[in-house]
């Protein structure tokens, strides 16, 4: 049975959890919540029963970081499109380079961009933009635009591989440029 305590509980952990923005353990919510861990235990448990009962897009989830307050996977699809990707630069020069030499060896890569671009490889197949694949030829994977790539950055088409390396360095110096300079 509900208690006017827990159902208050419940109410700021509710809070906590949204402002926080990310998994707190349940220690950390009963240090927040000003109470022991029983207590933050029912709040927990309130909190949960509540937003399981109620049509509501939200949701209080477990996970191996502890407890949060999260959007329900079947408005997942709604983040990608209301809220906008933000890429570092150099992660969007890895995107660049991928792009205009796909596919690209994952090795390749790295020698053309640094050791960094490995992080923003596995960034950039989080957020969906690159697909990975083992490539059989070499110990290494492939690398290649998605079709959210293209439509992410309203592109049709790439430009066709140029015909020496050389050209390509070039394309690949003069894009560093310009995104040194916009970021500037």
Sequence with gaps: MKTATA???ATKIEAILYLKGKPLSLSEIAEY???????AQEGIIELIDSYARRDSALEVVET???YSLQLR????????????VELGVGALRSLAAIALNSPILQSDLINLRGSGAYQHVQELVELGFVKKRRDNESRSYSLQVTPKFHQYFQIEQLPQPFDTKEQQLELNLAIEDELEDTSD
């Design 7 to 9: 159902t208050k509980t």
């Design 33 to 39: 919540a000003a109470c022991d861990r029983a207590t």
């Design 64 to 66: 191996t970081d502890g």
């Design 73 to 84: 996977t079947d408005f997942q699809d709604l983040v990608q499109t209301l809220i906008p």
